[in-house]
Nanobody, 125 residues
Framework: QVQPVESGGGSVQAGGSLTLSCAAS????????VGWYRQAPEAPRMDREF??????????TVAASLKGRFTISRDDAKTAVELHMSNLQSDDGAVYYC????????????????WGQGTQVAVSS
């Protein structure tokens, strides 16, 4: 079982950029798809929103509403996945979670796989 660990959250002004990192504690993301999700303040767990994901084979998906601002990448050793966020806006403020799941599952199932503890992103105007 893999345990994702997020880092890189913080406060940023609107229009700024931030990169979040997700590491596989104690091992690699071998044979896992890895995605980023976010949960707005006060939102219930079931409303955790898909942001971007990268398949074991390298294919990437970014939520349609975030394309052009968010990208996802992975290191060659498959030990870390990064979420690159640019032109951040106030409604991007949320807790961002990393999720590792067995290959091939829909990104839009947010009740599946292994979750990190989350990292907070705050965007000020």
């Amino acid at each position: 079982q893999v345990q994702p660990v997020e880092s890189g959250g913080g406060s940023v002004q609107a229009g700024g950029s931030l990169t979040l990192s997700c590491a596989a504690s104690g091992r690699t993301f071998y044979n896992y798809d890895v995605g980023w999700y976010r949960q707005a303040p006060e939102a219930p767990r079931m409303d955790r929103e898909f942001v971007a994901g990268i398949r074991w084979g390298g294919g990437t998906t970014v939520a349609a509403s975030l394309k052009g601002r968010f990208t996802i990448s992975r290191d060659d050793a498959k030990t870390a996945v990064e979420l690159h966020m640019s032109n951040l806006q106030s409604d991007d403020g949320a807790v961002y979670y990393c999720n590792a799941r067995p290959r091939g599952q829909s990104w839009y199932r947010n009740d599946y796989g292994y979750w990190g503890q989350g990292t907070q992103v705050a965007v000020s105007s």
